[in-house]
């Protein structure tokens, strides 16, 4: 993805009729199984840091500088210092949060605080002004002004579900118009404990996942329906239980109205929704060995809402990104079932095979991941079927768009498709544009493997861009475009866990646009601001979404200035075979920055732990 200067996006979560079920959207699955540092058994630790606000504010955020205080009006529970939000009585927002991780091997996570609250409201019955807890995007309690008391209450919640992920811990106090209500907080803990026994080994499951999807929409191309299977073999010598399904743009609606439904499953038990009802469970009948292969099957169905999103209708144009249901994936870690995210990307897959089927009316133009062949089908429809190889996502669009297409120098053939109000000059620019990029970037990192190339150019797209195996999304824009084809590379060939490692495709893909563009990034480092002690190129999209105006200037800018650095340290022809090699190492599977690092110091005689250091990069 390449973020423009953030809009808030309004994606409207079009009332979508839920089709009886539960549900869920799409993200690929696995490839050749690869290693991940094995989970280590459980050090008690508290993880909240700072939470008893008597050194400064660091690592918090607050809405503002007088959130954590020791001014005259409240006191604190223990020390001097204590967190005052709110107490103004006017309407009014204060907020404090901190990322935190929770390790994984640990049973136990207890979340406690001591809160106080004193008001002027006079009301028994009313709420006016409340007080909202939430780890992650889960709300764990919110208080109000009926709450009042004396002095502290400790309060304390099992946050457990929690283990193995870096969320953020967050607290939201609001106002209303007139007369104060002070919600304080002091002593904020999160203390993790209990042993427990690590999954049996590091190997990413389930592996080799293989979807076949067959879907027909309305005349419009924003509702389809259909069924798809997922056969897939767990690789681990743990044996599979259950097995998760991603149902990420479901993060586009609610649970009550949801985009993306499944029901009728079959090869398994449905369980509940969780993570804002984008991943389902679905229990096996029994637990699935090590070599053995499973295939589940459901009923689906798909509401494009309105907006220009990677998931959304800009008029008769449906991006159709992320909307088919795929698995999760099961490591050392446990399973990763991270939450949607806006700024950046979530998700984390394993190379997989799909063969798509999409029954569509003949006016519509259906570009898809993979290699798509059109036939006629009933009258006034075309059937697109679409077949892809080791891909990790799968996403298509639908609409009356203008088509020009071309072949690349080294033979990839390139379909522009552009929505109205895109100039024919602009297209063949584009379509210029990533004859170029594709071929530029193969030369540094290896062939291009996925047959044909679709980019959808639509100068609406809040988000700039963004990038699907074979498919991207794009404005008019020579750089953006050329970026979000480096994605083929990192993140669609060399994959990454994109929530809790964004640097590691963001940062690779902008620094192959440099590469392409003849930008040597000389002196870029020399820019570098750090806003806090926290704040590093490694952090996850927990730390970005609570600090969402850094997240491009650091993954982006300070993470290809990094790498920069790094070819002058290695020296360019150097540098060049790392990347490489690296591309070849990890070709369809995963990188982590602990390997990248390995290899980066495999490549050079200089010790490079001060550079590491320096640059922030950690892992």
Known sequence: MRPTPHKSLAVTACAVAALAAVSLPA???????ATAPRAAACTPAQVVANGGFESGTSPWTQSSS?????????????GSSFAWLDGVGSTHTDTLSQSVTIPSGCSSAKLTFWLHIDTAETTSSTAYDKLTAKIGSTTLATYSNLDKNTGYVQKSFD????AGQTVSLSFTGKEDSSLQTSF?????????????????DSTRTPASPAYTVNLSSDTSGTQWSGHESATFTNASATALSEVYLRLWDNAHGSCSAMPITVSGVTGGTAGDLSVDCTALKVTLPAP????????IGFDLGISVPDG????????????IGNALPVLAIRDAAGWHLDPYTNNGESFYSLAADFHVTLDHPSGLLVPATGTSVDTPGSSGRTITTATASKVRDFAWAAGPFSKISGTSPAGTAINIYSVSGISSSDAQSMLATAKS????????????PYGELDAVIDNNYWFGGMEYPGFVLDLVSTTALTHEIGHQWWYGIVGDDEYNNPWLDEAFADYSTDLAQNKTGTGCWNSVSWASSAEKITNSMAYWDAHSDRYSTVVYGYGKCALHDLRRVLGDTAMAKLLKDYATSHWYGVSTTAEFKAAAQAATATDLTSFW??????G
């Open 308 to 319: 220009a999103d990677r998931f959304g209708a800009d008029g008769a144009f449906s991006n």
């Open 27 to 33: 993200t690929p699955a696995s490839a050749a199984p």
């Open 184 to 200: 304080v907080l002091d002593d904020i803990a999160l203390d993790t404990s209990g042993g427990t026994t690590p999954p049996g």
């Open 66 to 78: 007088s959130v954590i205080t020791s001014r005259v009006g409240e006191s604190a529970h223990g």
């Open 437 to 448: 990029a594709v071929d530029t970037h193969a030369s540094r990192f290896g062939a291009y």
């Open 613 to 618: 250091t320096q640059h922030r990069i950690d």
């Open 288 to 295: 699935l060995p090590q070599g053995q292969s499973a295939t």
């Open 159 to 162: 946050v457990s579900g929690f």
